[in-house]
């Protein structure tokens, strides 16, 4: 069986799902615009489905 490329391996994905959740939460915090406000929920929401899928990849 051949190695999974760097790139796709846990722990750089987990760390970029972590960073889509913070960034989720940022814009659910800020008060400026209305817009990062509406989308926060659903960018939260991918980062935790993404870390759930990227969380059983090999390491």
Known sequence: MKAWPKWL???P???AACI????GIFMM???FALVLYTYSFVTM???VVM???????PK
Not at 51 to 57: L, M, P
Request: hydrophobic share 55%.
């Open 13 to 15: 994905l987990e760390m």
């Open 9 to 11: 391996r846990r722990g």
């Open 45 to 47: 929401l991918a980062g």
């Open 20 to 23: 889509v959740i913070a960034l």
């Open 29 to 31: 915090l800020q008060p």
């Open 51 to 57: 870390f759930t899928i990227v969380s059983k990849f």
